[in-house]
Structures are given as structure tokens and as C-alpha cells.
């Protein structure tokens, strides 16, 4: 099952249902299948937290996502920070909302096995968000 929850924020994902269902899809196009995946939203502070404890990096960041699934199950926790996130919405000139949704996608595609560490991981990465951003807006308002 995937689900969201809020830790100490105010802001609620409009249209949190179908952002979920097109989680799913990112999910069944990487020829996975979903279990337990659970999105956090939270504030910048509980990100450094987990940022520095798990990660040993000491500093803020969009999302985090921990997987605890086999090779061919989706499951984990991904971290997003609403602060950053918003602050990256504005610097991008697009919607919180579609700058949320990118998250979820991106700590989705990690979960599946994609990583950004070099300079063509991260191009496939944002065409694969590009990619998925612009099929769940053909099908919602943003």
C-alpha cells in the first residue's frame, strides 16, 4: 500500500489519491511491484536529521528515500522536505504541487534501482521525470 503522511506541516497534497495511482504506474513501468511505500512529508529540520544520522551528509535536501524492499518489491519510506521543496518550486517557476509530485517520482525511481550520482544518471533521471510529469498532467489539472 502506498501512503502519504504529514510530520509537523500544515500543507496537504491536493489530489493525494490519484498522485498515488501515478506512483503506481512509475512503479509497474519499472517492472516492480509495490508494497509498504510510504511518503513523509516534513520540514527541513527533521531532513537534516535524517540527512546527517543515515547519511552522514550535513546538509538540507529535497527528498531521501530508504528502500526495504527485494529487487522486484517497492518498499521504504521516502523523506520529502516541504520547506526545500517549496523554495525549489519557486526557483523552477512551477506549482508545489508538480515540484511534490517530482519528488515522489524521483525517490520512486531511486527505490527502483536508479541512481544520480554521475552526470548522465542524473539526465536519465530528470527525462525520466519529465517523462512522468508530463503523462500525469495530460491526465490532471495542475
Known amino acids: 500500500m502506498i501512503r ?3 510530520d509537523n506541516v500544515k500543507y496537504r497534497l491536493r489530489g493525494s489519491k490519484k498522485s498515488l495511482e501515478n506512483i ?3 512503479i509497474r ?3 516492480k511491484i509495490s508494497g509498504d511505500l510510504n511518503f513523509i512529508l516534513c520540514r527541513d529540520e527533521s531532513i537534516l536529521h535524517i540527512n546527517k544520522s543515515y547519511l552522514k551528509h550535513n546538509y538540507y535536501t529535497d527528498v531521501i528515500a530508504f528502500g526495504y524492499g527485494d529487487s522486484g518489491k517497492i518498499e521504504g ?3 520529502i522536505s516541504i ?8 526557483n523552477y517557476k512551477v506549482s ?3 515540484e511534490i509530485l517530482r519528488v515522489m517520482i524521483h525517490g520512486t525511481l531511486h527505490l527502483c534501482g536508479h541512481d544520480d ?3 548522465e544518471e542524473k539526465s536519465v533521471m530528470k527525462c525520466l521525470e519529465d517523462e512522468w510529469l508530463k503523462k500525469f498532467k495530460s491526465e490532471d489539472e495542475f
Open 83 to 90: 520547506d526545500t521543496v517549496r523554495i525549489n518550486s519557486i
Open 4 to 6: 502519504i503522511f504529514y
Open 24 to 26: 503506481e504506474k512509475v
Open 96 to 98: 508545489l504541487r508538480e
Open 29 to 31: 513501468s519499472e517492472n
Open 117 to 119: 550520482k554521475t552526470k
Open 77 to 79: 519510506e521516502v523523506y
